[in-house]
């Protein structure tokens, strides 16, 4: 057989639709851009569908569009999230189906056309626009899923379980489970629960770590005084992440004569921050702990790199426990000890190496008694935590990721 046949065959065209990607900082962005750029360098030509930046580093600026060789990204407009509240959130999302799927069909005006679509869920609208484009541009899509909605919805507050947005939901997903041609997710137990809605195939994509950083940034070394050691979380500062019982777990232990050399530093930004703000000065513990602002993706792996004790946590929420935080494995590649209260897989992942401290969540008791395991082992839990990183980086990357999704494909 012709060598250039055997290349033609192997090289696809492939359309990612993601609501999120950089100069976003969020966990979907990062996915969707290592993903597209790793699919470019295996030879493939990709093009992102993705909407103007949300979160970013810099708010109300301009951003300069990133740039990846062999990635063409367009961007579409979408209504600003505003306020929150059920209807902007539903004015966010439908717009941005709305706009990608005008952005698919213009590609296809001016004659590409992708042999198989990608689509990032959450928010289900994404699901939408692939089902659309999928039988416009005659082409499979497969529906990625990161977190069950509208559930997870639920769980953070955005909907009520009763309500009707809640109903047209679940009505969303069990269609777009239905018009996949394939579905990847982020977990075990998320593979069982979407085979328990549709006879569709579903495998594995983990979120993960790359191999080796090609950033070329330079990154000074943050310091802490020699006299404090340093609990750092990084991340969105929401409803889900339970914050608050951290800082009301620390406060305790620090009124009863615990944790006097310990601080703790918020590293992000989410619905939450002002009201933590408000908790922090009502307990009288300006002092101790501090919120800073959000840095890039570079720097905030350097400064995990540099604390002493790594915190995560989600609500204790059954949908919740079906999914891995992509934190955990950002955390683990840090090789310091993590204190979590997260349950499911991410949980069994985390006390496989015996570097970290698990409590059960959203129990304020728990941490507490968790808090004081974690910082009175912080030396020996220290000198195992090479054990986070061996394990991620052997096992969950993206380039192992990568094999995954392009099984996928090649099975389309």
């Known amino acids: 057989m012709d060598s250039n046949i055997v290349n033609k065959k192997q090289s696809m065209q492939i359309l990612i639709i993601s609501q999120y990607f950089p100069p976003d900082i969020t966990a979907a962005a990062f996915r969707s851009y290592d993903m597209a750029k790793l699919l470019s360098k295996n030879g493939h030509e990709v093009h992102v569908i993705t909407a103007r930046p949300h979160r970013t580093i810099a708010k109300g600026t301009e951003f300069n569009e990133i740039e990846l060789e062999g990635v063409e990204v367009f961007r579409s407009k979408i209504m600003k999230l505003g306020s929150g509240g059920i209807i902007n959130y539903l004015k966010h999302y439908i717009s ?10 213009k590609q296809r005006l001016h004659g590409w056309k992708p042999d198989i679509i990608w689509a990032s869920s959450p928010p289900l ?16 899509m497969v529906l990625d899923v990161r977190d069950i909605w509208p559930d997870s919805a639920v769980a953070a507050g955005q909907i009520s379980s009763d309500g009707i947005a809640y109903r047209i939901g679940k009505l969303m997903e069990k269609y777009i489970y239905k018009k996949a041609e394939h579905i990847s997710c982020v977990a075990e137990p998320m593979r069982e629960y979407i085979l328990t809605q549709t006879d569709r195939p579903v495998s594995i994509v983990y979120n993960g770590v790359l191999e080796q950083s090609e950033n070329t940034e330079v990154l000074d070394k943050f310091v802490t ?14 409803r889900v992440q339970q914050i608050d019982l951290l800082i009301r777990g620390y406060a305790e232990l620090v009124s009863e004569g615990h944790m006097k050399d310990w601080v ?20 009288g513990i300006e002092d101790k702990v501090f919120i800073e602002p959000v840095v890039t993706h570079p720097q905030c792996q350097r400064r995990l790199e540099n604390s002493d004790l790594l915190f995560i946590s989600l609500r204790p929420e059954k949908i919740l426990e079906i999914t891995i935080p992509s934190k955990v494995f950002d955390y683990m590649l840090a090789a310091r000890p993590i204190l979590a209260g997260i349950c499911g897989q991410g949980k069994e992942i985390l006390n496989s190496t015996g570097s970290n401290v698990c409590y059960k969540p959203g129990e304020l008791e728990e941490l507490k008694e968790g808090l004081k395991k974690a910082t009175s082992q912080c030396g020996q839990l220290t000198t195992s935590a090479y054990k986070n990183r061996k394990l991620v980086l052997s096992k969950f990357t993206r380039q192992e990721s990568l094999k995954a999704l392009t099984n996928i494909f090649n099975t389309l």
């Open 125 to 140: 609208f994404v699901g939408l626009s692939g089902c659309f484009l999928s039988k416009l541009l005659r082409c499979p």
């Open 264 to 283: 703790i530093r918020l590293l992000g930004d989410g619905a939450m921050t002002e009201q933590l703000k408000v908790l922090i000065q009502q307990l």
């Open 225 to 238: 005084s020699n006299a404090e050691k340093e609990i750092l979380y990084a991340g969105n500062l929401g």
């Open 96 to 105: 941005f189906m709305l706009t990608s799927i005008w952005q698919g069909f």
